[in-house]
């Protein structure tokens, strides 16, 4: 006959004195006290990792070459004991390891002496020739679209005189004419080394990007003054140019100088200042390369004054006749049949539509292991009043 263990409270069977909520309280508790002794010994053996380690780095403190693999694939002797003793924790092979080292200096290139450059420029010094542009004086408007629309209003309303019995005649109605510039993209695609990214004395990628900047504007500002159209801005002289006495809208004017691929004297600049409207005169500018300034600066009028005078400030422009000089390079030289100088008020003659922005690229995975800069802007450029500009050409007639 079987006997049960009864309890010392109530003399009953202990079993079945024990409630739900009991059990479960004595069964946690247990857990609790088989998690300590695995959260000590797991201590234990964490400090006996960091004893190891800590003995390794005195070991391996001293300076040294690391050695690399051999052709054949099989490691150094240093990485396999460290690679045993990371996948094991066995350090045997670190004892008795003595690491390789040597000595480094500079009076050996081998040994070090590659390591100390000579000084290295910060910046490199651009031998580029620099040149103004018109946009300085152009009216220069930004825009989000693919296109730039300039309305022109260049006829006249229509006048009588009215009296008071007649019948009030009709008179002309202006009309609207539309000129469309649309907006091209300028490209540049240049690329260096990462290594060379990596290694310069200097900033390579800001240098670059103010490279393709230079390149950019030096490119738009020959576009400005002869550029075609196509698959680009449209130049002020690439419109047909016609004597100014028989002008008319969609034509430059221009004045010659009555003597072929020359001067006749201080006259035709006088005649060229006068052939533009008053109304554009107050805002006006000379536009010519250096040569033709050169050629101009030793011109004097009939009492012995020159007509060039310097800039009385610093940054000041020159001035011809009291109207400002801009040196743009793009100009063409004097020759036989060149528009050699322009002047006008370029502010309301030519418009420069642009996205404001230039954007560059960086784009390290197409050509590895070269990165290429991709730099694009959007530019456009045309004559949106061609009352407002004149020419001078060096011609007979």
């Known amino acids: 006959m079987n006997k049960t263990e009864e309890s010392p409270r109530t003399g009953g069977d202990l079993s079945a004195d024990m409630s739900p909520v009991a059990e479960v309280k004595s069964a946690v508790a247990g857990f609790v006290n088989d998690f300590k002794g695995f959260q000590s010994d797991i201590q234990d053996r964490l400090q006996q990792q960091e004893e190891k380690l800590t003995m390794f780095e005195r070991k391996s403190f001293a300076p040294a070459r690391p050695a690399l693999a051999t ?139 103010g490279r393709i900047a230079d390149k950019f504007a030096r490119a738009e500002a020959a576009a400005f003054i002869s550029g075609d159209g196509v698959d680009k801005p449209k130049g002020f002289l690439t419109h047909p140019g016609v004597d100014n006495d028989v002008w008319t809208w969609g034509n430059l004017g221009y004045i010659p100088t009555g003597v072929d691929g020359d001067f006749a004297g201080p006259d035709e600049i006088v005649d060229l200042v006068y052939a533009l409207g008053a109304q554009y005169r107050a805002n006006a500018s000379f536009v010519m390369n250096s040569k033709t300034a050169g050629a101009i600066r030793k011109m004097k009028d009939g009492d012995g004054r020159f ?36 002047f006008g008020d370029f502010g309301a003659g030519y418009t420069v539509a642009e996205r404001p922005d230039l954007r560059v690229l960086r784009d390290p995975f197409s050509a590895k292991p070269h990165v290429l800069f991709y730099a694009t802007k959007r530019v456009g450029g045309d004559v949106s009043d061609f009352a407002a500009i004149k020419l001078l050409k060096f011609a007979a007639s």
């Open 71 to 209: 052709s054949a694939g099989v490691d150094a002797p240093h990485q396999k004991a460290f690679n045993a003793y990371l996948r094991s924790g066995d350090d045997d092979g670190l004892r008795g390891l003595e690491l390789e080292g040597k000595a480094l200096g500079t009076s050996v290139a081998a040994d070090g002496g590659y390591l100390v450059d000579p000084q290295t420029a910060q910046t490199i010094k651009s031998t580029l020739s620099s040149t103004a542009s018109i946009r300085a004086i152009a009216n220069v408007v930004a825009v989000e679209a693919t296109s730039y629309d300039v309305l022109i209003d260049h006829t006249d309303v229509g006048h009588g005189w009215a009296t008071e019995a007649a019948a009030t005649a009709e008179t002309g109605t202006p009309s609207i004419d539309r000129i469309t510039i649309p907006l091209h993209e300028l490209s540049a695609l240049p690329k260096a080394s990462q290594r060379l990214l990596d290694d310069s004395a200097f900033d390579i990628e800001t240098w670059l990007a």
């Open 307 to 342: 007509l060039w005078s310097d800039g009385l400030a610093a940054g000041e422009p020159a001035r011809l006749m009291g109207y400002p000089v801009m040196i743009c390079e793009d100009m063409p030289d004097i020759a036989s049949d060149a528009m050699a100088v322009a």
